[in-house]
């Protein structure tokens, strides 16, 4: 099937190539790049007219006033990635949303978030491009793009652009921009391969004693606790593609075509020490291992009376004692995801005459993944057990509380039960993903219009998921298996075949430990289905002009007015279709119902763009400049929106330049946004702010937790401690709403761009930034929600806490309501610092030096509009601010072009800043997540024309992330590794073969 794909795909291209040259119209164009320049080899190149990420209108130079920063093809090579996010996430205003890394809560997806604005959540608020042109929805499940789509040594570079671009490129731009330029213009065979795998060694000795609290659990129960062998070597990569060009005999065409294979092995996080255990809570010398009370033999309680656990070597009922009985759910999560991708498409362009141009590109993906977490079981999924189960012993039946006369009248009585499916093993999320994505245009030179040049294309894509949960339990067959009576004979059934409700039902005997049968798992295990689709249709047109041409200069200036003025057409479409159990939550781990939906939204936009000289070439002036850009949108939900830009430059001399915007950038809200169908999900809280037995006492509600309110406690359940959720997980209410604005977001940059005469080959650049977002479409908070109730007063946020029947928020009915709102808003303001060196050691080769760095200097979150509940996450992390948000991380690069013919080698340093927990909590030992610095070593060897090697590892001192017991599911296995190197060194080699 594949093998057909990409043979039908390089045939689509040729028989384009050849309908193109039958056409009469257009002009060759080259795409390329605006940026600071970080080698002394981009200082001298591209001095033709380039297109600019941000702009529409081609520029002279490498000049913009929107700060953009490249990485090219070869820091793909250098730090031998076969994930493209993992290049990007590398630069200090990108952070990972989606990831490898995520299992719990994956979609599958490779998403980017710019300046980390997202708080955790989907990555809609950075748009993603190829070659300037949009990438659909990732899934039906994540809105925002699928980075796995790209192939990586497909690209040329990766401009990255911040801040608002939403008048140039439409609807979600407000973090900025990611642009993928890929090659297009590729002539002959390249075979290009790489091996890679993570090596560390387990020797955790941070925060206190955790090898010997996991080595201390594992003398009790060593099939739960174990730590892993000292030295383990796991997370095998394996890439090649393939890519082939030809030109046309005439040299007016090109056809790039490629076809890519990737295979990433899992990792397990009970193979590295620091996440063999959950951690349950931290104090201030160390940490614990925690767990889940979903647990093993099991949990039985009415959160009242009685709470037991199985004792295994007696087989009666004993007391649960949460600190050495709840279950350790962190060996089986993987901690990175095991993946599978075939990638195959072309890059097409001929030139058919001196007015037109005909291009085209088409991209394929097969993707496989599989996030697993810890198995699944009975959350406290059923109430209540009915006393003549034969199941149960006569000393079981008399601990829970029945009577002779209650077992003779078949009575039931309130027990809940929390029992881990430890025979059946681990959920498994199997999710898979075709997508298809075509583009198809021509550009050119308008004939007999000096200065006038146009570009026209359609494009379509189309993203299909098929998704199955395995391994999980079905809520109606669990209570069906434990309603278990004797059918006369001595025999042990279900009531329900007795009665005919359900014949195949099975007993599952959980209270005699080995009981469980794999009859009874066949029965109660059931798959969980999901397939959907995503499409992208969109038309777009444009003009660009140069009307200096006709009169529209100034005299002081060189150039003259340039304007770009044009239409676009924008459809994105969303289906869901979930089975009955992933509908209705029957999904006994699921935290909530996944219920399918569909809708679309079309937009129609005009736009404009215009840039000035007002001055050049004088004294004290080589250049004053300004430039603006206007769109309007109008879409079918029946909201409009407009945004705008202006920008100045200002260079007095070729030395230095000073550039200055301020846009208006808005984003509509998605199709998931609008018509997500309401239901449960979990969110992440160290504790119950009304649990009174909470050791830290951290945020406790105090009387404002008592009552007879829905979301008040009486006395008895603030300190009876089953208020806590053990597992640190509460349920919310999510969902759509259809009567969402567009939230809109006013970015101001100013800064300065130095490439001084006197100091040849060094470039460097400071620009200030602020973004601030009003009306953004996003959640309050859960976590907040209860701070405003509790802590604040706020009546609103009450009324959205509803408790079960014994006060929790983690059992059965209790929740916070936390639908989809436009909040208060979100502002951030920090600086973009960059500077690069290139020079010449004579004999000893040349030296280039790179630095790119942000430093953050406020980050604001309005949840509810009011100023005075707003709270600040710069150098915060925890359950409000979710993954780490430093105050300064950067990267820095030494590269060094060795005398020994065509060896290369470079060094790059990261540094993550520290973050504090947002709490405000300094008792703990992770109180402070400390600063981070990785070491990346590489080489590249060309050791003939046509094979080159490359060669290198990724953090090299094997450092340990930091840890923490407030990671949640926003992070994975005690720490966040979206943003930190949590599974140690990585050994990449790799080929390169031209012929």
């Known amino acids: 099937m594949k093998s057909r794909l990409l043979a039908s795909s390089v045939f689509a291209g040729a028989a384009f190539m050849a309908q193109a040259s039958m056409l009469a119209v257009a002009q060759e164009a080259d795409e390329a790049v605006d940026t600071v320049a970080t080698t002394t080899e981009d200082a001298t190149a591209r001095q033709e007219t380039v297109y600019v990420t941000g702009s529409r209108i081609a520029q002279p130079n490498m000049t913009t006033t929107s700060p953009v920063t490249s990485v090219s093809a070869n820091d793909v090579k250098l730090q031998g990635v076969t994930r493209v996010e993992d290049l990007v996430t590398q630069l200090p205003q990108a ?22 604005l997202d708080l955790g959540g989907s990555a809609t608020r950075t748009l993603v491009l190829v070659d300037g042109k949009r990438l659909p929805y990732g899934s039906p499940n994540d809105a925002a793009a699928d980075l796995n789509l790209i192939p990586g040594q497909m690209v040329e570079r990766v401009d990255v652009l911040t801040g608002g671009a939403s008048a140039v490129y439409g609807s979600d731009a407000i973090a900025g921009v990611v642009n993928f330029i890929m090659k297009d213009d590729f002539e002959g065979v390249q075979i ?18 955790l090898r010997d609290v996991i080595a201390q659990r594992a003398v009790g129960n060593p099939s739960q606790f174990a730590l892993p062998d000292d030295n383990v070597i796991d997370g095998y990569s394996k890439e090649i593609t393939a890519i082939m060009g030809v030109n046309t005999d005439d040299g007016r065409g090109n056809l790039t075509a490629w ?34 009370s979903t647990s093993f033999p099991g949990r039985f309680t009415d959160f009242d009376a009685f709470n037991y656990t199985i004792d295994p070597a007696t087989g009666e009922f004993r007391d649960f004692d949460a600190a050495t009985d709840q279950y350790n759910y962190g060996p089986l999560n993987f901690y990175q995801r095991p993946d ?258 569909s809708g679309a939204v079309d937009s129609y936009d005009m736009f404009a763009e215009f840039q000035m000289p007002l001055v050049e070439g004088k004294p004290g002036v080589e250049l004053l400049s300004i430039e603006g850009a206007y769109r309007y949108s109008d879409y079918s939900t029946g909201i409009s929106a407009d945004s705008y830009k202006i920008g100045g430059d200002y260079a007095p001399t070729s030395d230095i330049r000073f ?60 300190d009876g401690g089953a208020l806590g959720s053990p597992a640190g997980q509460y349920n919310y209410l999510q969902g759509g709403n259809p009567d969402l604005q567009p939230e809109e977001a006013e970015t101001l940059t100013i800064g300065f761009v130095a490439t001084p005469t006197f100091l040849p080959g060094f470039s460097a650049s400071v620009d200030y930034y602020n973004i601030d977002i009003t009306d953004a479409i996003s959640t309050v908070g859960s976590s907040v929600t209860m701070q405003l109730c509790y802590l604040q007063g706020d009546a609103d946020a009450c009324q959205r806490i509803q408790r079960n029947a014994n006060g929790q928020l983690w059992v059965g009915t209790g929740n916070v309501v936390d639908l989809n709102v436009n909040i208060g808003g979100v502002e951030t303001s920090g600086f973009d610092i960059s500077a690069a060196y290139g020079f010449d050691m004579g004999k000893y080769g040349s030296m280039n030096l790179s630095m790119n760095g942000t430093l953050l200097d406020s980050f604001d979150v309005d949840p509810v509009g009011n100023a005075a509940y707003a709270y600040d996450c710069v150098g915060k992390y925890g359950n409000d601010c979710f993954t780490p948000t430093p105050e300064w991380r950067h990267r820095a690069r030494a590269s060094w072009v060795t005398p020994v013919d ?33 070491i990346d070593l590489a080489g590249q060897w060309a050791a003939k024309d046509w094979v080159s090697f490359r060669f290198g590892v990724n953090n090299v001192l094997d450092d340990d992330p930091p840890l923490s017991a407030s990671t949640g599911t926003t992070g994975n296995g005690n720490t966040y590794p979206q943003t930190y190197d949590a599974m140690g060194r990585y050994f990449f080699v790799g080929a390169t073969f031209d012929f």
């Open 902 to 934: 065509g060896l290369d080698l470079s060094a790059t340093w990261r540094y993550i800043g520290s973050a504090d927990l947002d709490t405000g909590v300094t008792n703990r030992v992770d109180s402070t997540l400390e600063e981070q610095n990785y």
């Open 259 to 292: 076809f890519g294979y990737r295979n990433n092995d899992e990792v397990l996080q009970g193979d590295r020490d620091y996440s063999a255990c959950a951690i349950g809570s931290a104090t201030a010398t160390g940490f614990t291992c925690g767990g889940s």
């Open 95 to 116: 952070f990972a949303a989606q990831n490898s890394t995520v299992s719990n809560g994956a979609s599958g997806t490779a998403t980017v978030s710019l300046r980390n």
């Open 340 to 597: 599978e991708r075939y990638t195959a498409g072309f890059n097409g362009h001929y030139q058919i005459n001196d007015y037109a141009e005909a291009y085209t590109q088409f991209m394929f993906m097969d993707y496989q993944s599989n996030a697993q977490i810890a198995p699944s079981g009975n959350f406290f999924a059923t109430t209540s057990i009915n006393c003549d189960n034969p199941l149960i012993s006569a000393s079981q039946l008399a601990d829970i509380g029945c009577t002779s006369a209650n077992i003779a009248a078949g009575d039931s009585i309130g027990m809940y039960i929390a029992r881990r499916n430890v025979e059946g093993g681990g959920r498994q999320d199997h999710l898979g993903y075709q997508t298809y994505r075509g583009v198809a245009g021509l550009r050119g030179d308008l004939y007999k219009a000096p200065g006038w040049s146009y570009d026209i294309s359609a494009s379509f894509a189309q993203v299909t998921l098929s998704r199955s949960y395995r391994n999980e339990f079905s809520i109606t067959r669990l209570n069906r298996a434990l309603n278990v009576v004797d059918d006369g004979t001595g025999t042990a059934v279900c009531a329900s075949v007795l009665d005919g409700t359900d014949p195949n039902c099975v007993p599952w005997d959980i209270f005699t430990v080995g009981n469980v049968t794999p009859e009874a798992l066949a029965y109660l295990q059931v798959p969980l289905l999901q397939t959907g689709t995503t499409e992208q249709n969109i038309v777009s047109g444009v003009l660009t002009g140069d009307l200096g041409q006709y009169g529209f200069q100034l005299p002081s200036a060189n150039s003259g007015l340039q304007v770009a003025i044009g239409a676009e057409y924008r459809r994105d479409a969303l289906e869901s279709i979930t089975d009955n159990s992933f509908a209705t939550g029957d999904g006994a781990g699921q935290g909530g119902p996944t219920i399918g939906l």
């Open 192 to 209: 290009d391969t790489q091996y890679g795998f993570y090596q560390h060694n387990n020797d955790y000795d941070t925060n206190g004693d």
């Open 659 to 718: 550039r200055a915007s301020f846009q208006k950038a808005v984003r509509a809200p998605n199709v998931i946004d609008l018509f997500q169908a309401q239901g449960f999900n979990l969110f992440d809280l160290d504790d119950d702010l009304c649990d009174f037995t909470d050791p830290a006492g951290d945020g406790t509600g105090g009387a404002a937790c008592i009552g007879t309110n829905p979301w008040q406690v009486t006395q008895a359940q603030a």
